[in-house]
């Protein structure tokens, strides 16, 4: 009998392939981890960069980048956040993920597809607002639901607008989540800033005060004046505190329930500030004591499951200010999330 101290080591030949050639070839690009074979896309779905292509596809999901962040007014680093949503990821490709959760295979289920990135350039601010609105408009025109990858929470004013444009007359209201409201008047004197999106939307018609509901508002901005006008408006919002008081369960029950009262279809809009940032600490203006991210999770599955959901949008993730990607890598699971509950609706 041998020692075991004297045994050699030896890595035992694979018998399944005879030959290098088969070898090479044994793994696939969906079978790879993503940092092995990284080819950008979202989870690594089909690229389909134009109308033609989602027709073609016969999309029913497409992942669009909005890297825009002159909105901000504080850190910026948002332009970067579709990059880094995407690469967040690091498991293998589509056809593999199955959603403990729902028990839904969402890419078996649902054909999507990454549309690529609206031609956002820096310094130009009204032109980067109206390409982005142009882009989700030629996706949804396309046929498919706009799943848009922010940015900071300036792109979802060219981005709502563009699914209400496509669905006009249908009406579309929103379900936001964020620390803040967005429905300040101005930033410094300029009405395209990340604090003003939500007014912009009601001022300009898009979408009715009433069809707003907002969920997860803390902290110290905007001022009691902004609060009157959103009252004045219709709208209707749920705090942290209330969350809090109530139960996170409960808060989005009637969150639900308000969103289904007048709107035909649903954008959900998800500025991930909303969430505690010991949890999400890669974004621009965080506010501490925010929902938890496995709260923020349940909820996008609960409201992506029960509304005609026609577009969504991640924002403010900043990787600059990001460790060790969490903050990218929970805005990934956000949209996973949402196409989750998707498949599981069939």
Request: zero cysteines.
């Amino acid at each position: 009998m041998t020692d075991g101290n004297d045994r050699p080591f030896r890595i035992p030949e694979s018998t399944l392939y005879p030959s290098e050639d088969a070898e090479f070839d044994e793994y696939g690009t969906n079978d790879l981890p993503q940092y092995s074979d990284f080819r950008g896309s979202f989870y690594k779905v089909p690229w389909a960069l134009d109308e033609g292509a989602i027709r073609d596809a016969g999309a029913d999901i497409a992942i669009v980048g909005a890297p825009y962040d002159e909105g901000t007014s504080a850190r910026p680093g948002a332009r970067f956040g579709p990059m880094a949503i995407r690469t967040a990821h690091v498991t293998t490709g589509s056809p593999w993920a199955w959603s403990l959760q729902t028990e839904a295979y969402p890419f078996d289920v649902l054909t999507v597809v990454d549309a690529g990135d609206a031609p956002v350039v820096p310094g130009r601010p009204e032109r980067s607002l109206r390409v982005i609105h142009e882009k989700v408009r030629r996706v949804a025109s396309a046929g498919a639901l706009p799943i848009v990858l922010g940015g900071d929470h300036s792109i979802t004013y060219p981005s709502a607008a563009a699914v209400a444009r496509v669905h006009d007359p249908a009406r579309v209201g929103i379900v936001h989540f964020d620390a803040h409201a967005d429905t300040a008047t101005d930033q410094w004197g300029s009405l395209i800033g990340h604090g003003q999106p939500m007014r912009r939307l009601i001022d300009e018609g898009w979408i009715a005060g009433p069809n707003f509901v907002q969920v997860g508002l803390r902290g110290y901005w905007p001022d009691r004046e902004t609060f009157e006008w959103m009252r004045g408006q219709g709208l209707r919002w749920h705090s942290q505190v209330e969350m809090e008081e109530r139960g996170v369960e409960a808060v989005i029950d009637e969150a639900i329930a308000q969103a289904l009262d007048g709107p035909d279809r649903i954008y959900l809009s998800v500025d991930i500030d909303v969430v505690d940032p010991g949890m999400a600490p890669g974004t621009g203006t965080p506010e501490s004591g925010g929902m938890l991210g496995r709260e923020l999770l349940r909820a996008v599955r609960r409201i992506a499951g029960a509304v005609d959901l026609a577009g969504m949008d991640v924002v403010e993730v900043s990787p600059p200010y990001d460790h060790a990607e969490i903050t990218a890598m929970l805005a990934g699971n956000v949209v996973m999330e949402a196409l989750s509950a998707l498949a599981a609706r069939g």
